[in-house]
């Protein structure tokens, strides 16, 4: 317990469990689970629905405090953090990408790319030329001036992916970020998170229940039985028990 993570780990978490007391029954949805993430991957999780992912997400990305285990971000034990502390922390160092994209319907793309930079203090001129930047990284460089209504599913989501980077986090936490997407725009987001890893040496954790998703990882683990397996290991499981 509390191995401390490598200068290359931008995410560590250490024996995490979770449970949920409902009625006089206590739920047990994480059993222990470890996993580290370098700086530049693209970390998948896959899962079924009801599998944990996304409390496992929301623990990740300090949203929920663990029942048991640790959490470092970017070196610091996230969880002996105030809760000030933490909402800078999340402002600053974590970007979220959620199944759905979230955004004002009453502001534009730029507008909505914007908020966390405002929130984090920067001026409005700076926070427009980050979000017209990271507009155009996501390929979206003509649609700043429009309003969600106005862009399709897959191009809000692009939205919501440029404003998860606007503050330059050190991770990206990214729940189903194709759950409501048809298979077209769902292939565009993967190619575009792929790309961003590449590019920009962005660090990011899918959670899925989307096996295509495999392929943009990294790594890979399956979420099963309250605890994180690598891909492999799952495969020689599967394997050996048709033998």
């Known amino acids: 317990m509390n191995n401390l993570p490598g200068p290359g780990t931008v995410l560590h978490a250490e024996g995490i469990e979770k449970s949920f007391i409902t009625g006089s029954k206590e739920i047990k949805v994480l059993l222990g689970v470890y996993l580290d993430v370098e700086k530049g991957e693209v970390f998948v999780i896959v899962g079924p629905s009801g599998a944990g992912k996304s409390t496992l997400l929301h623990i990740l990305g300090t949203l929920e405090r663990p029942t048991k285990g640790v959490v470092y971000q970017s070196g ?43 929130l984090g203090g920067m001026t409005r001129k700076e926070a427009r030329k980050r979000a017209e930047e990271f507009l155009d990284e996501v390929g979206l460089a003509d649609r700043a001036s429009h309003r969600p209504g106005e862009l399709s599913i897959g191009e809000q989501q692009r939205v919501a992916v440029a404003r998860a980077l606007v503050n330059s986090p050190q991770v990206v936490l990214a729940d189903e970020p194709t759950g409501s997407l048809d298979r077209e725009s769902a292939a565009g987001i993967h190619t575009l998170l792929k790309e961003l890893s590449a590019r920009r040496g962005e660090t990011f954790v899918v959670a899925t229940h989307n096996d295509e998703l495999v392929s ?24 050996d028990e048709v033998r």
Do not use: C, T, W
């Open 216 to 239: 943009i990882g990294s790594r890979v683990s399956r979420l099963a039985d309250g605890r994180l397996v690598p891909i492999e290991k799952v495969a020689i499981k599967l394997k």
């Open 76 to 118: 610091k034990n996230v969880f002996l953090l105030s809760d000030d502390e933490l909402a800078r922390l999340r402002n600053r160092e974590i970007g979220f990408v959620f199944q759905f994209h979230y955004l004002l319907p009453e502001f534009d793309a730029a507008e909505n790319v914007m908020l966390p930079a405002l």
